[in-house]
């Protein structure tokens, strides 16, 4: 099997799996999506695939316009991830501040 091929299928397998499980307390479920990968789908495949799934929170890993884009008016809270060596730098605009 082509790698890229069982990597997507763990994904679906993990996705369903999150997708069954119903706890007590939880106020929502979340993943995290990177976008570095050699076969990606298409923005609006994944982003259907969370509303498909119930994802109401996503952790991005960067922000992308077509991305950001493809998330807006989904209701799916977004949050992007700063890499360790630009938080410092990040402390410098006080947009980020907030």
Known sequence: MERGYVM???VC???VVL???SGDGVEGLGVNWGTMATHKLPLDTVVQLLKD???QKVK???AE???MSAL???SIEVMVAIPNDQLQ???SYPRAKE
Request: a negative charge.
């Open 13 to 15: 397998v993990v996705m």
């Open 65 to 67: 316009q077509s991305t």
């Open 8 to 10: 997507m299928m763990l």
């Open 19 to 21: 997708g069954c499980w």
């Open 89 to 91: 730098a990040m402390t």
């Open 72 to 74: 807006a008016g989904t």
């Open 60 to 62: 991005l890993f960067d």
């Open 53 to 55: 799934n119930g994802i």
